[in-house]
């Protein structure tokens, strides 16, 4: 009796496994469609996308090659889109992750309808699950009209011959992010609300996810909306994300609009990519020297956005 008991707890386990396996291995998320879009073609539309791409979205940020001999890592000339940053186990991944390339190069087979399945959905023109420190779950819901824009722009930039291999991701982690991918769900935001157009800003730019500790699946902690200490390994240290909440004494809450413009303006031109690191070699992955060019109106909206978030007093130490 104990022996057929036995038996078939081992045939549910087996089958379990399997099904597990066969889900995540055997049924990819490829019914995720393609869909069909055109492309803007007027150059105010493609500028657009280029602001959006360097200095919102900052897809440049990790699609580019970055020095990181200098504060916040700023752009290296010649490398615009070519793919090729290393995420690893010392930045905290599970697995090896380098940053595609973007360019004409590597994009030139794809359709315009897979590239946008690939920002707002998680797939590759294969139909292969992207892992999500590319924020496609952040662009899901992007204005359409801003997607197109980019990719527009995208298309665009100089080719760059620079192969890059694929992730390879843990288990069972590499099993699981097959199941992250969605289809997009765009929206139309209105530009004329300065806080609901700096809600969607922040999102595309990171500052809610970047900002706000995350929990053990990756994702940002809600009570804790803008509270700042998500950590991020940087070699030998530890940096985390300030406080950006409107509390007066551990967030920004004391900050007045001028004030946050000239934080970012800091970072502006070739003085604000050259800015060499303290005596304690300390860095930041947060891209000022992209952000540094974002209009005052986008920056204000952000500013608005965050002032009329609820305040959360939580004081972080940036470095360790």
């Excluded at 290393?86 to 309808?113: M, Q, R």
């Excluded at 609901?196 to 500052?207: F, V």
């Excluded at 700042?228 to 900050?255: K, Q």
Aim: glycine residues 10%.
């Amino acid at each position: 009796m104990l022996k057929k008991i036995a038996l078939v707890v081992i045939g549910v386990l087996v089958l379990g496994v399997g099904f597990f396996f066969f889900r995540f291995t055997v049924l990819l998320p490829r019914d995720i469609p393609v869909p069909e879009i055109a492309l803007p073609t007027s150059a105010e539309e493609i500028e657009r996308g280029r602001y959006l791409a360097t200095h919102v979205a900052v897809c440049m940020d990790c699609h580019s090659t970055r020095n990181w001999k200098y504060f916040a890592g700023p752009i290296t000339p010649g490398t615009l889109g070519m793919g090729g940053e290393v995420f690893d186990e010392s930045t905290g991944l599970p697995g090896l992750l380098i940053s595609k390339n973007i360019t004409p190069y590597n994009l030139g087979d794809w359709s315009d309808g897979e590239v946008f399945r690939a920002i707002t959905g998680g797939l590759q023109n294969d139909g292969d699950a992207l892992f999500p420190l590319m924020p496609y779950d952040a662009y899901r819901t992007m204005d359409e009209r801003d997607v197109l824009a980019i990719i527009a722009y995208l298309r665009t930039l100089d080719p760059i011959e620079n192969d890059v291999p694929d992730h390879r991701l843990d288990f069972p982690l590499n099993l699981i992010v097959n199941s992250i991918p969605r289809a997009a769900e765009p929206r139309t935001v209105n530009r004329d609300d300065p806080v609901e157009y700096g809600a969607y800003l922040s999102q595309l730019a990171g500052c809610t996810w970047c900002h706000t500790p995350i929990n053990a699946t990756q994702q940002p902690i809600p009570e804790q909306l803008l509270a700042g200490g998500h950590e991020f390994a940087m070699g030998d240290y530890v940096v985390r994300a300030a406080n950006i909440s409107p509390d007066p004494e551990t967030g920004i809450g004391n900050w007045t609009l001028e004030q946050f413009i000239a934080r970012f303006r800091q970072y502006q031109g070739d003085s604000g990519r050259s800015i060499s690191l303290g005596a304690d070699g300390h860095n930041t992955l947060m891209p000022w020297t992209m952000y540094a060019d974002m209009t005052d109106g986008d920056l204000g909206a952000i500013y608005a956005f965050l002032m009329g978030s609820e305040a959360r007093r939580n004081a972080v130490v940036v470095y360790e």
